[in-house]
Protein backbone atom coordinates (compact mmCIF):
# COMPACT_ATOMS: atom_id res chain seq x y z
CA UNK A 1 0.00 0.00 0.00
CA UNK A 2 0.94 3.87 -0.76
CA UNK A 3 2.32 5.44 2.21
CA UNK A 4 0.34 8.48 3.58
CA UNK A 5 2.82 10.95 2.32
CA UNK A 6 1.21 10.34 -1.42
CA UNK A 7 -1.95 11.09 0.16
CA UNK A 8 -1.27 14.01 1.71
CA UNK A 9 0.53 15.64 -1.39
CA UNK A 10 -2.36 14.77 -3.57
CA UNK A 11 -4.82 16.43 -1.20
CA UNK A 12 -2.66 19.48 -0.99
CA UNK A 13 -2.33 19.63 -4.54
CA UNK A 14 -6.24 19.55 -4.89
CA UNK A 15 -7.01 22.24 -2.61
CA UNK A 16 -4.25 24.30 -4.08
CA UNK A 17 -5.73 24.00 -7.61
CA UNK A 18 -9.12 24.76 -6.03
CA UNK A 19 -7.81 27.85 -4.35
CA UNK A 20 -6.41 29.22 -7.56
CA UNK A 21 -10.30 28.25 -8.96
CA UNK A 22 -11.85 30.50 -6.58
CA UNK A 23 -9.38 33.53 -7.71
CA UNK A 24 -9.40 33.30 -11.44
CA UNK A 25 -13.11 32.23 -12.20
CA UNK A 26 -15.87 35.25 -12.50
CA UNK A 27 -18.68 32.30 -12.30
CA UNK A 28 -20.17 32.44 -8.80
CA UNK A 29 -21.36 28.90 -9.54
CA UNK A 30 -18.08 27.66 -10.67
CA UNK A 31 -16.21 29.31 -7.76
CA UNK A 32 -18.94 27.51 -5.56
CA UNK A 33 -17.87 24.09 -7.20
CA UNK A 34 -14.06 25.12 -6.35
CA UNK A 35 -14.90 25.64 -2.95
CA UNK A 36 -16.41 22.33 -2.75
CA UNK A 37 -13.49 21.13 -4.33
CA UNK A 38 -11.15 22.21 -1.62
CA UNK A 39 -13.85 21.07 0.85
CA UNK A 40 -12.99 17.24 -0.76
CA UNK A 41 -9.08 18.05 -1.00
CA UNK A 42 -9.67 18.20 3.39
CA UNK A 43 -11.89 15.30 2.91
CA UNK A 44 -9.43 13.50 1.60
CA UNK A 45 -6.53 13.70 3.99
CA UNK A 46 -8.88 13.10 6.77
CA UNK A 47 -9.70 9.71 5.64
CA UNK A 48 -6.48 9.08 5.00
CA UNK A 49 -5.20 9.67 8.32
CA UNK A 50 -8.33 7.95 10.02
CA UNK A 51 -7.33 4.80 7.86
CA UNK A 52 -3.57 5.15 8.68
CA UNK A 53 -4.25 5.90 12.23
CA UNK A 54 -6.85 3.47 12.76
CA UNK A 55 -8.54 5.58 14.32
CA UNK A 56 -12.39 5.74 13.27
CA UNK A 57 -12.96 9.63 14.62
CA UNK A 58 -11.72 10.89 11.59
CA UNK A 59 -14.10 9.26 9.05
CA UNK A 60 -17.08 10.60 11.28
CA UNK A 61 -15.47 13.79 10.91
CA UNK A 62 -15.99 13.55 7.16
CA UNK A 63 -19.36 12.03 7.41
CA UNK A 64 -20.09 15.36 9.74
CA UNK A 65 -18.53 17.98 6.94
CA UNK A 66 -20.82 15.87 4.06
CA UNK A 67 -24.09 16.50 5.63
CA UNK A 68 -22.52 20.29 6.31
CA UNK A 69 -21.51 20.53 2.68
CA UNK A 70 -24.82 19.17 1.65
CA UNK A 71 -26.79 22.08 3.55
CA UNK A 72 -24.05 24.77 2.54
CA UNK A 73 -24.41 24.15 -1.32
CA UNK A 74 -28.77 24.12 -1.12
CA UNK A 75 -28.15 27.85 0.81
CA UNK A 76 -25.56 28.89 -1.49
CA UNK A 77 -27.47 28.00 -4.78
CA UNK A 78 -30.55 29.47 -2.95
CA UNK A 79 -28.66 32.59 -2.85
CA UNK A 80 -26.94 32.18 -6.20
CA UNK A 81 -30.73 32.31 -7.85
CA UNK A 82 -31.59 34.91 -5.70
CA UNK A 83 -29.31 37.48 -6.89
CA UNK A 84 -29.63 36.13 -10.57
CA UNK A 85 -32.99 37.25 -10.50
CA UNK A 86 -32.34 40.80 -9.03
CA UNK A 87 -29.14 40.57 -11.77
CA UNK A 88 -29.74 38.53 -14.20
CA UNK A 89 -26.13 37.77 -14.17
CA UNK A 90 -24.09 35.78 -12.00
CA UNK A 91 -20.54 37.01 -12.75
CA UNK A 92 -19.05 37.86 -8.91
CA UNK A 93 -18.10 41.24 -10.74
CA UNK A 94 -21.16 42.85 -11.17
CA UNK A 95 -22.50 41.74 -7.53
CA UNK A 96 -20.93 44.60 -6.09
CA UNK A 97 -23.57 46.40 -4.11
CA UNK A 98 -21.99 45.90 -0.59
CA UNK A 99 -18.70 47.14 -2.14
CA UNK A 100 -18.57 51.06 -0.28
CA UNK B 1 -16.06 -18.33 -7.73
CA UNK B 2 -16.72 -19.95 -11.04
CA UNK B 3 -20.44 -19.78 -10.03
CA UNK B 4 -20.34 -15.83 -9.60
CA UNK B 5 -19.17 -15.39 -13.18
CA UNK B 6 -21.90 -17.98 -14.50
CA UNK B 7 -24.72 -15.55 -12.85
CA UNK B 8 -22.68 -12.31 -14.04
CA UNK B 9 -22.48 -13.82 -17.56
CA UNK B 10 -25.88 -15.05 -17.56
CA UNK B 11 -28.04 -12.67 -15.55
CA UNK B 12 -26.00 -9.72 -17.73
CA UNK B 13 -27.16 -11.59 -20.92
CA UNK B 14 -30.94 -12.61 -20.08
CA UNK B 15 -31.71 -8.53 -18.94
CA UNK B 16 -30.21 -7.34 -22.09
CA UNK B 17 -32.79 -9.71 -23.97
CA UNK B 18 -35.19 -9.57 -21.25
CA UNK B 19 -35.37 -6.14 -22.67
CA UNK B 20 -36.21 -6.21 -26.27
CA UNK B 21 -38.84 -9.38 -24.72
CA UNK B 22 -40.40 -6.30 -22.42
CA UNK B 23 -40.29 -4.24 -25.82
CA UNK B 24 -42.52 -7.50 -27.76
CA UNK B 25 -44.61 -7.72 -24.27
CA UNK B 26 -45.37 -3.90 -23.71
CA UNK B 27 -46.89 -3.79 -28.13
CA UNK B 28 -48.77 -6.97 -27.34
CA UNK B 29 -50.20 -6.34 -24.45
CA UNK B 30 -51.01 -3.10 -25.49
CA UNK B 31 -53.05 -4.41 -28.29
CA UNK B 32 -54.65 -6.95 -26.17
CA UNK B 33 -56.27 -4.10 -23.88
CA UNK B 34 -56.77 -1.60 -26.68
CA UNK B 35 -59.07 -5.02 -28.46
CA UNK B 36 -56.48 -5.34 -31.59
CA UNK B 37 -53.45 -7.57 -32.69
CA UNK B 38 -50.45 -5.88 -32.09
CA UNK B 39 -47.39 -6.67 -34.22
CA UNK B 40 -48.16 -10.26 -35.39
CA UNK B 41 -46.25 -10.41 -38.83
CA UNK B 42 -42.34 -10.79 -38.46
CA UNK B 43 -41.71 -14.81 -37.18
CA UNK B 44 -44.35 -16.79 -35.73
CA UNK B 45 -47.10 -14.91 -33.12
CA UNK B 46 -44.25 -11.79 -34.24
CA UNK B 47 -41.73 -12.80 -31.71
CA UNK B 48 -38.83 -11.83 -34.33
CA UNK B 49 -40.41 -7.84 -33.98
CA UNK B 50 -37.73 -7.05 -31.50
CA UNK B 51 -35.28 -8.04 -34.14
CA UNK B 52 -36.95 -6.04 -36.81
CA UNK B 53 -36.67 -3.00 -34.34
CA UNK B 54 -33.32 -3.11 -33.63
CA UNK B 55 -32.29 -3.86 -37.53
CA UNK B 56 -34.48 -0.86 -38.30
CA UNK B 57 -32.85 1.45 -35.44
CA UNK B 58 -29.42 0.71 -36.64
CA UNK B 59 -30.13 1.46 -40.34
CA UNK B 60 -31.33 5.02 -39.51
CA UNK B 61 -29.34 7.69 -39.98
CA UNK B 62 -27.68 9.33 -36.80
CA UNK B 63 -28.48 13.21 -36.41
CA UNK B 64 -26.53 15.38 -34.02
CA UNK B 65 -27.76 18.97 -33.16
CA UNK B 66 -25.77 21.06 -35.02
CA UNK B 67 -25.87 24.09 -32.16
CA UNK B 68 -25.86 20.93 -29.45
CA UNK B 69 -23.11 19.60 -27.67
CA UNK B 70 -21.69 16.62 -29.57
CA UNK B 71 -19.66 14.82 -27.02
CA UNK B 72 -22.19 14.96 -24.47
CA UNK B 73 -24.88 14.59 -26.83
CA UNK B 74 -23.22 11.07 -27.54
CA UNK B 75 -22.11 10.03 -23.96
CA UNK B 76 -25.75 10.50 -22.63
CA UNK B 77 -27.32 7.39 -23.80
CA UNK B 78 -24.41 5.12 -22.54
CA UNK B 79 -25.16 6.32 -19.01
CA UNK B 80 -28.74 5.32 -17.81
CA UNK B 81 -28.10 1.79 -19.69
CA UNK B 82 -24.52 1.41 -17.48
CA UNK B 83 -26.54 2.27 -14.51
CA UNK B 84 -29.21 -0.26 -15.25
CA UNK B 85 -26.41 -2.87 -15.92
CA UNK B 86 -24.04 -2.27 -12.92
CA UNK B 87 -27.16 -2.68 -10.57
CA UNK B 88 -27.52 -6.89 -11.63
CA UNK B 89 -24.35 -7.07 -9.56
CA UNK B 90 -25.88 -7.50 -6.35
CA UNK B 91 -29.36 -8.62 -6.68
CA UNK B 92 -29.92 -12.59 -5.24
CA UNK B 93 -31.45 -14.63 -7.76
CA UNK B 94 -30.94 -17.60 -5.78
CA UNK B 95 -29.84 -18.89 -2.38
CA UNK B 96 -26.48 -18.26 -3.09
CA UNK B 97 -27.00 -17.28 -6.27
CA UNK B 98 -25.57 -13.48 -6.33
CA UNK B 99 -22.53 -12.39 -8.51
CA UNK B 100 -21.26 -10.37 -5.65
CA UNK B 101 -21.31 -9.97 -2.09
CA UNK B 102 -21.08 -6.13 -0.95
CA UNK B 103 -21.51 -5.89 2.82
CA UNK B 104 -23.39 -2.75 2.03
CA UNK B 105 -25.46 -4.06 -1.26
CA UNK B 106 -28.38 -1.58 -0.45
CA UNK B 107 -26.51 1.27 -0.40
CA UNK B 108 -24.79 0.44 -3.64
CA UNK B 109 -28.06 0.09 -5.42
CA UNK B 110 -29.50 3.77 -3.94
CA UNK B 111 -26.11 4.99 -5.29
CA UNK B 112 -26.47 3.52 -8.52
CA UNK B 113 -30.28 4.76 -9.11
CA UNK B 114 -29.01 8.20 -8.18
CA UNK B 115 -26.44 8.31 -11.14
CA UNK B 116 -29.07 7.74 -13.31
CA UNK B 117 -30.24 10.91 -13.49
CA UNK B 118 -27.20 12.36 -15.38
CA UNK B 119 -28.21 10.44 -18.72
CA UNK B 120 -31.09 12.01 -18.55
CA UNK B 121 -30.63 15.86 -17.61
CA UNK B 122 -27.44 15.73 -19.72
CA UNK B 123 -29.65 14.35 -22.98
CA UNK B 124 -31.85 17.25 -22.61
CA UNK B 125 -29.18 19.76 -21.89
CA UNK B 126 -26.74 19.07 -24.65
CA UNK B 127 -29.78 18.56 -27.62
CA UNK B 128 -30.18 22.70 -27.28
CA UNK B 129 -33.78 22.48 -27.73
CA UNK B 130 -36.06 23.64 -25.35
CA UNK B 131 -38.38 21.37 -25.02
CA UNK B 132 -35.28 18.65 -24.29
CA UNK B 133 -34.24 20.87 -21.79
CA UNK B 134 -37.58 21.13 -20.19
CA UNK B 135 -38.20 17.36 -20.22
CA UNK B 136 -34.89 16.52 -18.76
CA UNK B 137 -35.54 18.96 -15.80
CA UNK B 138 -38.39 17.65 -15.32
CA UNK B 139 -37.04 14.24 -15.41
CA UNK B 140 -33.89 15.28 -12.76
CA UNK B 141 -36.31 16.83 -10.49
CA UNK B 142 -38.59 13.99 -10.53
CA UNK B 143 -36.28 11.42 -10.11
CA UNK B 144 -34.94 12.87 -7.24
CA UNK B 145 -37.67 13.78 -5.17
CA UNK B 146 -39.08 10.00 -5.63
CA UNK B 147 -35.64 9.11 -4.23
CA UNK B 148 -36.45 9.81 -0.79
CA UNK B 149 -39.57 8.17 -0.57
CA UNK B 150 -37.96 5.28 -1.84
CA UNK B 151 -35.03 5.21 0.31
CA UNK B 152 -37.39 5.06 3.28
CA UNK B 153 -39.24 2.13 2.10
CA UNK B 154 -36.15 0.06 1.65
CA UNK B 155 -35.00 1.32 4.85
CA UNK B 156 -38.34 -0.12 6.71
CA UNK B 157 -37.66 -3.44 4.74
CA UNK B 158 -33.93 -3.15 6.33
CA UNK B 159 -35.26 -3.04 9.64
CA UNK B 160 -36.77 -6.18 9.43
CA UNK B 161 -33.39 -7.59 8.07
CA UNK B 162 -31.39 -6.01 10.68
CA UNK B 163 -28.55 -6.14 7.48
CA UNK B 164 -27.57 -3.71 4.72
CA UNK B 165 -27.25 -6.62 2.58
CA UNK B 166 -29.45 -7.72 0.40
CA UNK B 167 -28.70 -11.24 0.13
CA UNK B 168 -30.12 -10.90 3.99
CA UNK B 169 -32.91 -8.86 2.92
CA UNK B 170 -34.04 -11.62 0.78
CA UNK B 171 -33.66 -14.42 3.28
CA UNK B 172 -35.60 -12.75 6.29
CA UNK B 173 -38.42 -13.33 3.94
CA UNK B 174 -38.52 -16.69 3.91
CA UNK B 175 -41.80 -17.62 6.05
CA UNK B 176 -43.51 -13.46 5.93
CA UNK B 177 -43.10 -11.54 2.91
CA UNK B 178 -42.35 -7.90 3.27
CA UNK B 179 -45.20 -7.11 1.78
CA UNK B 180 -47.76 -8.31 4.66
CA UNK B 181 -45.26 -7.50 7.36
CA UNK B 182 -44.94 -4.10 5.77
CA UNK B 183 -47.95 -3.43 3.35
CA UNK B 184 -47.65 0.46 3.01
CA UNK B 185 -43.75 0.07 2.65
CA UNK B 186 -44.55 -2.21 -0.32
CA UNK B 187 -47.09 0.77 -2.04
CA UNK B 188 -44.74 3.71 -1.59
CA UNK B 189 -42.03 1.34 -3.11
CA UNK B 190 -44.36 0.40 -6.19
CA UNK B 191 -45.14 4.14 -6.86
CA UNK B 192 -41.71 5.59 -6.11
CA UNK B 193 -40.15 2.91 -8.43
CA UNK B 194 -42.72 3.46 -11.64
CA UNK B 195 -41.27 7.63 -11.12
CA UNK B 196 -38.22 6.27 -11.05
CA UNK B 197 -38.11 4.32 -14.27
CA UNK B 198 -40.14 7.46 -15.59
CA UNK B 199 -43.27 5.13 -16.77
CA UNK B 200 -47.13 6.25 -17.29
CA UNK B 201 -48.72 8.06 -14.91
CA UNK B 202 -44.86 9.81 -14.27
CA UNK B 203 -44.02 9.98 -17.95
CA UNK B 204 -44.36 13.54 -18.08
CA UNK B 205 -40.47 13.56 -18.80
CA UNK B 206 -41.78 13.06 -22.29
CA UNK B 207 -45.04 13.78 -22.80
CA UNK B 208 -45.65 13.89 -26.52
CA UNK B 209 -48.81 16.78 -26.40
CA UNK B 210 -46.47 19.72 -24.67
CA UNK B 211 -43.50 18.22 -24.67
CA UNK B 212 -42.82 16.63 -28.55
CA UNK B 213 -40.94 14.18 -27.23
CA UNK B 214 -38.93 14.94 -24.44
CA UNK B 215 -35.24 14.34 -23.57
CA UNK B 216 -34.80 12.47 -26.75
CA UNK B 217 -36.74 14.60 -28.79
CA UNK B 218 -33.49 15.05 -30.80
CA UNK B 219 -32.10 11.50 -30.79
CA UNK B 220 -32.07 9.03 -33.30
CA UNK B 221 -30.45 6.08 -34.63
CA UNK B 222 -28.94 3.64 -32.24
CA UNK B 223 -28.50 6.96 -29.60
CA UNK B 224 -32.51 6.76 -28.91
CA UNK B 225 -32.30 3.19 -29.21
CA UNK B 226 -29.88 2.89 -26.12
CA UNK B 227 -32.54 5.23 -24.32
CA UNK B 228 -35.14 2.80 -25.76
CA UNK B 229 -33.01 -0.18 -24.34
CA UNK B 230 -32.65 1.73 -21.03
CA UNK B 231 -36.40 2.24 -20.26
CA UNK B 232 -36.69 -0.81 -20.85
CA UNK B 233 -33.71 -2.77 -18.22
CA UNK B 234 -35.02 -0.13 -15.73
CA UNK B 235 -38.81 -1.72 -15.90
CA UNK B 236 -36.61 -4.98 -15.22
CA UNK B 237 -34.73 -4.15 -12.98
CA UNK B 238 -37.12 -2.12 -11.14
CA UNK B 239 -39.47 -5.60 -11.04
CA UNK B 240 -36.78 -7.43 -9.49
CA UNK B 241 -36.78 -4.86 -7.16
CA UNK B 242 -39.74 -4.65 -6.32
CA UNK B 243 -39.63 -9.19 -6.05
CA UNK B 244 -36.60 -8.70 -4.14
CA UNK B 245 -37.20 -5.98 -1.42
CA UNK B 246 -41.03 -6.88 -0.72
CA UNK B 247 -42.49 -9.77 -2.65
CA UNK B 248 -40.52 -12.80 -1.22
CA UNK B 249 -37.09 -12.63 -3.34
CA UNK B 250 -36.64 -16.29 -4.65
CA UNK B 251 -39.56 -17.63 -1.95
CA UNK B 252 -42.50 -19.24 -2.34
CA UNK B 253 -45.27 -17.70 -0.02
CA UNK B 254 -44.52 -18.82 3.47
CA UNK B 255 -41.98 -21.50 1.64
CA UNK B 256 -40.30 -21.51 5.46
CA UNK B 257 -43.29 -23.62 6.73
CA UNK B 258 -43.97 -26.25 4.54
CA UNK B 259 -41.36 -26.39 1.53
CA UNK B 260 -39.51 -29.87 1.96
CA UNK B 261 -35.57 -30.51 2.11
CA UNK B 262 -34.82 -30.14 -1.37
CA UNK B 263 -30.94 -31.00 -2.99
CA UNK B 264 -29.11 -27.68 -4.51
CA UNK B 265 -29.88 -28.75 -7.85
CA UNK B 266 -33.21 -28.96 -7.54
CA UNK B 267 -33.34 -25.71 -4.94
CA UNK B 268 -31.42 -23.86 -7.30
CA UNK B 269 -33.60 -24.35 -10.64
CA UNK B 270 -37.12 -23.53 -8.20
CA UNK B 271 -35.36 -20.45 -6.82
CA UNK B 272 -34.54 -19.31 -10.37
CA UNK B 273 -37.91 -19.99 -11.57
CA UNK B 274 -39.89 -18.40 -8.67
CA UNK B 275 -37.61 -14.98 -8.75
CA UNK B 276 -38.21 -15.10 -12.71
CA UNK B 277 -41.93 -15.54 -12.34
CA UNK B 278 -42.31 -12.94 -10.36
CA UNK B 279 -40.31 -10.34 -12.05
CA UNK B 280 -42.28 -11.42 -15.06
CA UNK B 281 -45.65 -10.67 -13.12
CA UNK B 282 -44.21 -7.12 -12.04
CA UNK B 283 -43.05 -6.61 -16.09
CA UNK B 284 -46.80 -7.23 -16.69
CA UNK B 285 -48.29 -4.21 -13.71
CA UNK B 286 -46.12 -1.64 -15.12
CA UNK B 287 -47.30 -2.34 -18.68
CA UNK B 288 -51.05 -3.02 -17.40
CA UNK B 289 -50.56 0.18 -15.47
CA UNK B 290 -49.37 2.28 -18.91
CA UNK B 291 -52.25 1.18 -20.74
CA UNK B 292 -54.62 1.78 -17.82
CA UNK B 293 -54.00 5.29 -15.81
CA UNK B 294 -53.33 8.65 -17.61
CA UNK B 295 -51.03 10.84 -16.92
CA UNK B 296 -50.70 13.51 -13.99
CA UNK B 297 -49.91 16.69 -14.05
CA UNK B 298 -46.49 17.94 -13.11
CA UNK B 299 -47.49 19.53 -10.06
CA UNK B 300 -50.01 16.52 -8.90
CA UNK B 301 -46.42 14.69 -9.18
CA UNK B 302 -44.33 16.96 -7.14
CA UNK B 303 -47.35 17.17 -4.60
CA UNK B 304 -47.76 13.49 -4.70
CA UNK B 305 -43.79 12.69 -3.80
CA UNK B 306 -43.34 15.84 -1.42
CA UNK B 307 -46.54 16.34 0.58
CA UNK B 308 -47.39 12.56 0.51
CA UNK B 309 -45.05 9.80 -0.07
CA UNK B 310 -42.42 11.25 1.78
CA UNK B 311 -44.17 11.81 5.10
CA UNK B 312 -45.96 8.52 4.65
CA UNK B 313 -42.80 6.94 4.24
CA UNK B 314 -41.09 8.41 6.78
CA UNK B 315 -44.22 8.15 9.83
CA UNK B 316 -44.44 3.91 8.26
CA UNK B 317 -40.37 3.97 8.87
CA UNK B 318 -40.92 5.20 12.17
CA UNK B 319 -43.97 3.54 13.31
CA UNK B 320 -42.26 0.00 12.29
CA UNK B 321 -39.00 0.81 14.07
CA UNK B 322 -40.86 1.28 17.32
CA UNK B 323 -43.00 -1.99 16.65
CA UNK B 324 -39.93 -3.54 16.44
CA UNK B 325 -38.54 -2.29 19.52
CA UNK B 326 -41.46 -3.39 21.51
CA UNK B 327 -41.82 -6.69 20.27
CA UNK B 328 -37.81 -7.31 20.31
CA UNK B 329 -37.97 -5.83 24.27
CA UNK B 330 -41.19 -8.09 25.46
CA UNK B 331 -39.28 -11.43 24.29
CA UNK B 332 -35.90 -10.37 26.52
CA UNK C 1 -1.98 -3.20 -7.79
CA UNK C 2 -2.79 -0.87 -5.27
CA UNK C 3 0.11 1.96 -6.54
CA UNK C 4 -1.33 1.47 -9.71
CA UNK C 5 -5.02 1.75 -9.19
CA UNK C 6 -3.79 4.83 -6.83
CA UNK C 7 -2.02 6.21 -9.61
CA UNK C 8 -4.04 6.14 -11.92
CA UNK C 9 -7.02 7.68 -9.50
CA UNK C 10 -4.94 10.34 -8.33
CA UNK C 11 -3.95 11.74 -11.85
CA UNK C 12 -7.66 11.12 -12.61
CA UNK C 13 -9.10 13.46 -9.95
CA UNK C 14 -6.26 16.25 -10.65
CA UNK C 15 -6.84 15.67 -13.93
CA UNK C 16 -10.79 16.78 -13.22
CA UNK C 17 -10.10 19.30 -11.26
CA UNK C 18 -7.89 21.30 -13.54
CA UNK C 19 -10.54 20.62 -16.14
CA UNK C 20 -13.01 21.89 -13.90
CA UNK C 21 -11.18 25.33 -13.00
CA UNK C 22 -10.26 25.75 -16.51
CA UNK C 23 -13.39 24.72 -18.86
CA UNK C 24 -15.11 27.75 -20.10
CA UNK C 25 -18.35 26.06 -20.11
CA UNK C 26 -20.36 25.62 -17.13
CA UNK C 27 -22.08 22.45 -17.39
CA UNK C 28 -18.56 20.80 -18.42
CA UNK C 29 -17.04 22.18 -15.31
CA UNK C 30 -20.08 20.47 -13.27
CA UNK C 31 -19.52 17.61 -14.83
CA UNK C 32 -15.46 17.20 -14.39
CA UNK C 33 -16.36 17.57 -10.45
CA UNK C 34 -18.75 14.85 -11.15
CA UNK C 35 -15.71 12.25 -12.52
CA UNK C 36 -13.52 14.59 -9.84
CA UNK C 37 -15.97 13.20 -6.56
CA UNK C 38 -16.19 9.50 -8.24
CA UNK C 39 -12.10 9.14 -8.93
CA UNK C 40 -12.08 10.23 -5.01
CA UNK C 41 -14.56 7.82 -3.88
CA UNK C 42 -12.30 5.22 -5.56
CA UNK C 43 -9.33 6.61 -3.29
CA UNK C 44 -11.75 5.93 -0.38
CA UNK C 45 -11.95 2.56 -1.44
CA UNK C 46 -8.43 1.85 -1.78
CA UNK C 47 -8.40 3.30 1.87
CA UNK C 48 -10.79 0.56 2.90
CA UNK C 49 -13.29 3.67 3.78
CA UNK C 50 -16.53 1.68 1.99
CA UNK C 51 -19.47 3.61 3.77
CA UNK C 52 -17.85 7.15 3.19
CA UNK C 53 -16.70 5.92 -0.55
CA UNK C 54 -20.75 4.98 -1.32
CA UNK C 55 -22.09 8.42 1.06
CA UNK C 56 -19.93 10.18 -0.81
CA UNK C 57 -21.25 8.97 -4.71
CA UNK C 58 -24.81 9.05 -3.04
CA UNK C 59 -24.83 12.61 -1.64
CA UNK C 60 -22.10 14.34 -3.61
CA UNK C 61 -22.27 12.95 -7.06
CA UNK C 62 -26.30 11.95 -6.87
CA UNK C 63 -27.59 15.15 -4.87
CA UNK C 64 -25.15 18.05 -4.76
CA UNK C 65 -24.03 17.86 -8.31
CA UNK C 66 -27.65 17.26 -9.33
CA UNK C 67 -28.61 20.08 -7.96
CA UNK C 68 -25.77 22.35 -9.39
CA UNK C 69 -26.36 20.93 -12.98
CA UNK C 70 -30.67 21.60 -12.46
CA UNK C 71 -29.33 25.65 -11.47
CA UNK C 72 -26.71 25.95 -14.19
CA UNK C 73 -29.47 24.58 -16.97
CA UNK C 74 -32.03 26.55 -15.00
CA UNK C 75 -30.58 30.36 -15.03
CA UNK C 76 -28.77 28.99 -18.42
CA UNK C 77 -25.31 30.78 -17.41
CA UNK C 78 -23.59 31.86 -20.09
CA UNK C 79 -19.92 30.39 -21.08
CA UNK C 80 -17.09 32.43 -20.07
CA UNK C 81 -15.88 33.74 -22.95
CA UNK C 82 -12.90 36.55 -21.58
CA UNK C 83 -11.01 33.44 -19.41
CA UNK C 84 -7.80 33.23 -20.95
CA UNK C 85 -7.90 35.54 -24.28
CA UNK C 86 -5.29 38.29 -22.75
CA UNK C 87 -2.99 37.62 -19.79
CA UNK C 88 -4.21 38.92 -16.47
CA UNK C 89 -2.43 40.41 -13.32
CA UNK C 90 -5.19 38.83 -11.13
CA UNK C 91 -3.98 35.36 -12.87
CA UNK C 92 -0.54 35.44 -11.98
CA UNK C 93 -1.29 36.74 -8.60
CA UNK C 94 -3.94 33.73 -7.52
CA UNK C 95 -1.36 31.64 -9.05
CA UNK C 96 1.43 32.74 -7.18
CA UNK C 97 -0.66 32.58 -4.07
CA UNK C 98 -1.67 28.95 -4.83
CA UNK C 99 2.15 28.02 -4.98
CA UNK C 100 2.52 29.99 -1.93
CA UNK C 101 -0.10 27.84 0.43
CA UNK C 102 0.95 24.27 -1.22
CA UNK C 103 4.50 25.42 -0.54
CA UNK C 104 3.23 25.95 3.07
CA UNK C 105 0.83 22.76 3.39
CA UNK C 106 4.03 20.48 2.03
CA UNK C 107 6.91 22.54 4.58
CA UNK C 108 4.61 21.85 7.29
CA UNK C 109 4.20 18.47 6.53
CA UNK C 110 7.81 17.80 6.09
CA UNK C 111 8.10 18.89 9.62
CA UNK C 112 6.08 16.40 10.92
CA UNK C 113 7.54 13.63 8.95
CA UNK C 114 8.86 11.89 11.37
CA UNK C 115 5.95 11.23 13.20
CA UNK C 116 3.68 10.43 10.41
CA UNK C 117 1.22 7.10 10.55
CA UNK C 118 2.09 4.34 9.04
CA UNK C 119 -0.73 1.42 8.01
CA UNK C 120 -2.60 0.34 10.82
CA UNK C 121 -4.00 -3.28 10.83
CA UNK C 122 -7.25 -1.93 11.92
CA UNK C 123 -7.68 -0.46 8.55
CA UNK C 124 -10.21 -2.83 7.26
CA UNK C 125 -12.05 -3.13 10.50
CA UNK C 126 -12.51 0.56 10.85
CA UNK C 127 -14.36 1.74 7.49
CA UNK C 128 -17.50 -0.77 7.22
CA UNK C 129 -21.20 0.92 8.03
CA UNK C 130 -21.54 -1.51 10.96
CA UNK C 131 -18.30 0.09 12.49
CA UNK C 132 -19.02 3.57 11.56
CA UNK C 133 -22.68 3.41 12.71
CA UNK C 134 -21.51 1.64 16.15
CA UNK C 135 -19.92 5.06 16.72
CA UNK C 136 -22.27 7.42 15.47
CA UNK C 137 -24.90 6.06 17.05
CA UNK C 138 -23.29 5.84 20.81
CA UNK C 139 -20.62 8.33 20.97
CA UNK C 140 -21.38 10.83 18.22
CA UNK C 141 -25.43 10.80 19.05
CA UNK C 142 -25.25 14.46 19.58
CA UNK C 143 -23.55 15.94 16.81
CA UNK C 144 -25.60 13.60 14.33
CA UNK C 145 -29.11 14.63 15.89
CA UNK C 146 -27.78 18.55 15.37
CA UNK C 147 -26.77 17.50 12.02
CA UNK C 148 -30.60 16.40 11.45
CA UNK C 149 -31.07 20.60 12.76
CA UNK C 150 -29.08 21.64 10.65
CA UNK C 151 -30.39 20.33 7.41
CA UNK C 152 -33.73 20.98 8.18
CA UNK C 153 -32.85 25.02 8.99
CA UNK C 154 -30.56 25.00 5.39
CA UNK C 155 -33.81 23.83 3.36
CA UNK C 156 -35.76 25.81 5.51
CA UNK C 157 -33.48 28.75 4.61
CA UNK C 158 -33.18 27.98 1.10
CA UNK C 159 -36.83 27.65 0.55
CA UNK C 160 -37.29 31.57 2.28
CA UNK C 161 -33.93 32.74 0.10
CA UNK C 162 -35.15 31.71 -3.46
CA UNK C 163 -39.24 31.62 -3.33
CA UNK C 164 -40.40 34.19 -6.63
CA UNK C 165 -42.82 36.35 -4.60
CA UNK C 166 -44.32 37.95 -7.15
CA UNK C 167 -44.68 42.00 -7.25
CA UNK C 168 -42.06 42.30 -4.30
CA UNK C 169 -38.99 41.25 -6.17
CA UNK C 170 -38.23 44.18 -8.84
CA UNK C 171 -36.89 42.25 -12.06
CA UNK C 172 -34.49 43.99 -13.96
Not at chain 2, 149 to 168: E, H, K, Q, R
Amino acid sequence: MISIEWLISLSAVLFTIGLIGVLIRRNAVVVFMCIELMLNAVNLSLVAFSAYHGDIAGQILVFFSLSVAAAEAVVGLAIIIAIFRNNLSVDIGDINLLRF
Amino acid sequence: MTLSYIVLGVSTFMLLNSAALAVYAERRVAAFIQNRYGPNRVGPLGLLQPIADVLKLILKEDVTPQEGFKFIHTIAPVIPVTTALMTVAVIPFGDGLVVTEINASILYLLAIASLGVYGVTLAGWSSNSKYSLLGGLRASAQMISYELPLGMAVASCVLFAGSLNITDVAASQEVWWNVIRNPIGAVIFIIAAFAESNRTPFDLVEAEQELVGGFHTEYSSMKFGMFFLAEYMHVVINSMLITTFFFGSYHLPFAGLWLPELTTTQKMILDVSVFVGKTGFFMFLFIWVRWTIGRFKFDQVMNLGWAKLLPLSIANFLIIAIVLYVLNMMNV
Amino acid sequence: MEIYAFIVLSVLAIGSALGMILNKNTVNSALFLVLHLISLAGIYLLLKAQFLAIVQIIVYAGAIMVLFLFVIMLLNVADEPSLFDRFRVGYFLAFLLGVAVLGQIVYSVAGVAGILPQISPEMERIGTVEAVGDVLFTEYLMPFEMTAILLTAAVVGALMVAQFKSGKVSRA
